[in-house]
């Protein structure tokens, strides 16, 4: 398959017009249209619905545009740290859930930046599964991971930082005016909690009893929009602190569980992946920093390209 009809097959899936996306990619339309039909005949499916004045995708067009996304991405990033291999710079792309951990990276990365201005950092935030993902197809180099991790497939570096679990809530409540929570505090509110992996298991830990015996009123992936809910006066969030900002007029407040429950924070990447010079310079300072220069990391080799 070769990459230059995936970009012609995301122009036109954008503009949902052949003749738009022509102009585009500066072809011809009848060149764009054989493209096209020699890419469906390929793989033996038929990716768009034609109509008279647009276009649209079947389902398996769909698919392959997500698909196409990730691989056209992957293959710039991989063209572009080649092609700047001779100095440090490059893309450096790093992927993380809501964490404050996330401040020891950015602060490295405000340092890497300042010294080589040719090495740009791309975030991504999403839970633990979509970060494995992406870590996985090559679509990030680094994931900062709440909690465990399989070490045989990935390596790690501790970041010696811990989110601490606690309850979000309004300041108006009564439970505010305590300054921990216990489990039974929390046994006849309405609760919002994470619905990430292995969450629900270390709650139930905590609680000594099944999270599902508990008044569950929500869940949520990324904690901001559950905030809003918690705002709103629709229950009590279960998750980490220094995620929302409490401080000010905030309307919100946080209060630590009792007994406390923490979460460690780590940096993986993928065991054997060769990293490139940015990735690997960025690496070394976050050891240095993190206070881990003589054998910080776990199950690790830091190479170059």
């Not at 990276?105 to 950092?121: C, F, G, Q, R, T």
């Amino acid at each position: 398959m070769d990459i230059r009809v995936l970009r012609y097959f995301l122009a036109v899936a954008h503009e949902e017009n052949i003749s738009a996306a022509a102009k585009i990619l500066h072809v011809s339309q009848p060149t764009l249209s054989r493209q096209l039909k020699e890419l469906e005949e390929e793989l033996g499916v038929i990716l768009f619905i034609r109509g008279n004045r647009k276009i649209s995708l079947t389902e398996d067009g769909l698919y392959l545009v997500n698909q196409a996304k990730e691989i056209v991405a992957m293959i710039d990033k991989t063209a572009s740290n080649i092609k700047k291999a001779e100095k440090i710079r490059g893309d450096i792309y790093i992927g993380g859930g809501e964490s404050d951990g996330m401040r020891l990276i950015a602060k490295v990365a405000k340092e890497l930046i300042a010294n080589y201005p040719d090495v740009h950092v791309h975030l991504f935030s999403g839970n633990a599964e979509q970060l494995l993902e992406k870590l996985d197809n090559g679509l990030l180099d680094f994931g900062m991971i709440i909690g465990p991790i399989a070490k045989q497939k990935y390596s790690t570096l501790n970041l010696h930082t811990r989110d601490q679990w606690g309850v979000l809530m309004r300041k108006d409540c009564s439970l505010a005016k305590k300054t921990s929570i216990r489990a039974s505090d929390i046994k006849n509110v309405p609760l919002i909690t994470s619905n990430q992996t292995g969450v629900a298991d270390k709650l139930s830990e905590w609680l000594n009893t099944n999270l599902d015996e508990y008044n569950i009123v929500g869940t949520y992936n990324l904690l901001y929009n559950a905030s809003l809910l918690v705002e709103e006066h629709a229950g009590y969030a279960l998750c980490l602190d220094k995620i929302i900002n409490t401080t000010g007029g905030s309307e919100l407040c946080f209060r630590p569980l009792m007994p406390e429950l923490y979460e460690d924070i780590r940096l993986i990447w993928k065991r054997d992946k060769v990293l490139s010079k940015a990735s690997t310079v960025f690496l070394e300072k976050l050891i240095e920093v993190t206070g881990n220069r003589d054998g910080g990391t776990e199950n690790s080799a830091v190479s170059l390209i």
